[in-house]
């Protein structure tokens, strides 16, 4: 079993839907988490760290949920400019960080 | 703003032929990392650095090597590129542990 395991999609969704991705992680001593973004040949980006209360940022709310160990990312009123790839990352020890291999969300006009 | 800055954005070098990537931030983390990413794949930790505390994963081979000669800079050095070492080279640096992680915006290497 893979350490952090992402539906790779693609979501193909309409412009102004809700999507949501999960992500589980096999390690539950895992401490941190996170979302990052990627578009296509670029580098990761910070969206936001998950954190046990569950966090919003504008139409993205991320959720963690350490009993059934996966996180989640819902993003509300879909924009074009959403499509890229969604990488879920789970530290697991110290310095290490697992990076899932990506949710690609395409947003259609 | 304070950023990583990777150097350079593309690189085309020969078969075996030693290239070198350059890293530098400014946001004065402790830490230095640096990934391979292939198509379609999750980036691949190689190795990273807390200070100049050096740490080599398991599975990077000999042919990758590193160094930090001060708190901003970080280089990635490869010996001797096979055709399996085309990707995109990822430096990201973090304050410290379980902390985000931010990422230059990577050399993609091709190897002719």
């Known amino acids: 079993r893979k350490e952090v395991e992402q539906d790779p999609g693609p979501f193909n969704v309409p412009e102004g839907a809700t999507v949501a991705f999960n992500c589980t992680y096999s390690?539950?001593?895992?401490?941190?988490f996170f979302w990052y973004r990627q578009d296509c040949r670029k580098e990761p980006k910070l969206l936001m760290s998950?954190?046990?209360s569950g966090n919003e940022d504008g139409r993205f709310t991320a959720q963690l949920n350490r009993a059934s160990q996966y996180i989640s990312l819902l993003i509300r009123d879909s924009k074009l400019s959403d499509s890229a790839t969604y990488l879920c990352?789970?530290?697991?020890?110290?310095?290490?960080?697992?990076f899932g291999t990506g949710t690609r969300l395409k947003v259609l006009a | 703003d304070a950023m990583v800055i990777q150097n350079p954005r593309y690189q085309v070098t020969q078969f075996g032929k030693p290239v070198t990537l350059s890293c530098s931030q400014t946001?004065?983390?402790?830490?230095m990392y640096w990934y391979q990413q292939k198509s379609s794949q999750a980036p691949k930790l190689l190795f990273h650095y807390y200070d100049k505390d050096f740490n080599n994963e398991a599975d990077t081979p000999d042919n990758f090597q590193s160094r930090r000669p001060n708190t901003s800079f970080c280089f990635l050095d490869i010996r001797s590129p096979g055709l399996g070492d085309a990707a995109m080279y990822l430096c990201?640096?973090?304050?410290?542990?379980?902390?985000?992680?931010?990422f230059g915006d990577g050399t993609r290497l091709s190897i002719l």
């Open positions: 990201a640096t973090s304050i410290g542990s379980n902390q985000p992680q931010h």
């Open positions: 998950v954190y046990s």
């Open positions: 946001l004065n983390h402790n830490v």
């Open positions: 990352v789970v530290t697991s020890g110290t310095y290490k960080y697992i």
């Open positions: 390690n539950s001593a895992s401490q941190s």
